[in-house]
């Protein structure tokens, strides 16, 4: 007997999320220095974590042998102090692909419904699919969500709706004034999550903040991993209006953010300069992208976040002959976009040769 019919069939079903080649196991296969590898396939930060935050978390290590704060007291305070918001509106995750699975924990169950868009952030399917839940994909025109689909799309069943905004893979960012019209349109019974893991990369983004000020059911997702570089780290936090976070809170291992991880993200919070420097770094590699394939008659997704959606045909060929030359992209059949690859803002250098390989790439293109 085959032990998968012991286990749960959402799980033997499920198909593994595929992160971004790793540096070293790259650096292995082709016999160089992992120092000689760019990877612009994950959305890190280019500039590293704060300095700040690494100055924190080496204190830290310290009282490595205690439990780190169950309550995360300083980092909640802190993160609520910058938003306005009270402790009782802020938990904080092992990432915020946690909170992603807590707010599936407390909601979903085989008769739930969860919504997303065609080409959302892929964790929130396989996040469904692991609950038994139904995921319903509402279609993005131009890659960008159809919020007035998705509220047509809400049935009784219905219990979370997901808004990547700006989404990942696509880097499209819907507007404020589109959110009011469709959050005036959402009952009562449904919690929309607002996964803002780029918000601070665009001039402008949406408050949706106003809505846990009001009590709405909301949750507003944000993260450690990409403007402050701490993806090592794994920490993110949701912004709920406390009785929603007092839910998602009962969902949590106790300790589930270790201590190392809740110095350096508090630290990196007051970081405002490294923030800085980040967004003006990443505004320059996206104008130098957008410039490069438009020069080179390249279709591409005009981005808000920290990456760039690009149709370079065969995206997995690419990703596979650039990845020979040491230049780790990602490829997106996993989306149902076989025809594009996703780069991350690198730094100048890195941006460079990245679009030089994909140059010499493009340039033998198997017809
Ligand atoms: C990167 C990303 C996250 C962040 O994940 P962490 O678990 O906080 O590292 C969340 N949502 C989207 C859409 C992302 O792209």
Same mark, same amino acid.
């Given at each position: 007997m085959s032990i998968d019919q012991s286990?749960?069939?959402?799980?033997?079903?499920?198909?593994?999320?595929?992160p971004g080649k790793p540096i070293d196991e790259t650096a292995?296969?082709?016999?160089?220095d992992p120092s000689q590898i760019v990877k612009v396939a994950s959305n890190e930060n280019p500039l590293g974590p704060s300095p700040v935050a690494k100055a924190a978390m080496a204190t830290a290590l310290d009282e490595a042998h205690?439990?780190?704060?169950g309550g995360g007291?300083?980092? %909640?305070?802190?993160?609520?102090?910058?938003?306005?918001?009270?402790?009782?509106?802020?938990v904080i995750g092992n990432g915020s692909n946690e909170i992603i699975e807590l707010l599936c924990h407390t909601f979903l169950n085989r008769d739930a419904e969860l919504i997303a868009a065609e080409h959302a952030f892929v964790v929130y399917k396989l996040m469904a699919t692991l609950f038994g839940a139904k995921y319903v994909e509402v279609t993005d025109p131009n890659f960008i969500h159809d919020l007035d689909g998705m509220a047509d799309a809400i049935t009784a069943d219905t219990r979370l709706v997901f808004i990547a905004n700006p989404n990942n893979p696509t880097g499209t960012m819907v507007d404020e004034e589109t959110i009011d019209r469709f959050m005036a349109r959402v009952p009562d019974h449904v919690v929309v999550v607002f996964d803002e893991a780029y918000h601070e990369f665009p001039d402008n983004p949406p408050d949706t903040l106003k809505y846990v %000020?009001?009590?709405r059911n909301v949750v507003v997702l944000r993260t450690f991993s990409k403007i402050h570089g701490l993806a090592a780290l794994r920490v993110g936090y949701g912004l709920a209006p406390a009785p929603l976070a007092e839910l998602l809170q009962k969902a949590r291992q106790p300790f589930n953010v270790n201590a190392i991880a809740q110095a350096g993200a508090l630290a990196a919070l007051a970081d405002v300069e490294h923030m800085q420097a980040t967004r003006t770094l990443n505004a320059e590699g996206?104008?130098?992208y957008e410039k490069a394939f438009a020069d080179r008659g390249l279709e591409f997704v005009p981005s808000h976040a920290n990456f760039i959606?690009?149709?370079?045909g065969e995206g997995d060929r690419v990703f596979k002959d650039m990845l020979k030359q040491g230049v780790i992209v990602r490829a997106m059949s996993g989306y149902k976009l076989p025809d594009w690859v996703r780069i991350?803002?690198?730094?100048?250098?890195?941006?460079?040769r990245c679009l030089e390989v994909l140059d010499q790439v493009l340039a033998t293109a198997s017809v």
């Open positions: 286990a749960n069939r959402f799980v033997c079903d499920l198909v593994a999320y595929e292995r296969e082709l016999g160089l205690i439990y780190p704060d007291y300083k980092l %909640r305070s802190a993160i609520a102090e910058k938003f306005g918001l009270d402790r009782s509106n802020v %000020r009001e009590g996206l104008a130098f959606l690009v149709r370079t991350s803002i690198g730094t100048a250098a890195q941006n460079e």
